[in-house]
Nanobody, 120 residues
Framework: QVQLVESGGGLVQAGGSLRLSCVAS????????MGWYRQAPGKQREYVAS???????KYTDSVKGRFTISRDDPQKVVYLQMNSLEPEDTAVYSC??????????????WGQGTQVTVSS
């Protein structure tokens, strides 16, 4: 069973940057797609970004050009670099591991989440 632990959230002013990290346990990390989702107060959880086992990335439109997802397979870490943050980015960000090598395979498990708050 894979466990995911996020870190890096916090309070930042609009226009600032944060980098989220998600450390995974287990030996199958390099074979799985990884992703980030977020949930703002009163809203449903939404997809933010994903990276396939081969390194292909995908982003939701609202973060394109501002966020970058990357992975370090030997260290079993997936990152989300968030630049030019906006108050609308305020949410709990959760790491996800997918069932297969692509995000199409569906989510296998979640981390506990880390809070990101962007002040105006």
């Amino acid at each position: 069973q894979v466990q995911l632990v996020e870190s890096g959230g916090g309070l930042v002013q609009a226009g600032g940057s944060l980098r989220l990290s998600c450390v995974a346990s287990g030996s199958i990390f390099r074979l799985k797609a990884m992703g980030w989702y977020r949930q703002a107060p009163g809203k449903q959880r939404e997809y933010v970004a994903s990276i396939d086992s081969g390194g292909s990335t995908k982003y939701t439109d609202s973060v394109k050009g501002r966020f970058t997802i990357s992975r370090d397979d030997p260290q079993k870490v997936v990152y989300l670099q968030m630049n030019s943050l906006e108050p609308e980015d305020t949410a709990v960000y959760s790491c996800a591991i997918f069932k297969g090598s692509s995000w199409h395979s569906g989510v296998l498990g979640w981390g506990q989440g880390t809070q990101v708050t962007v002040s105006s």
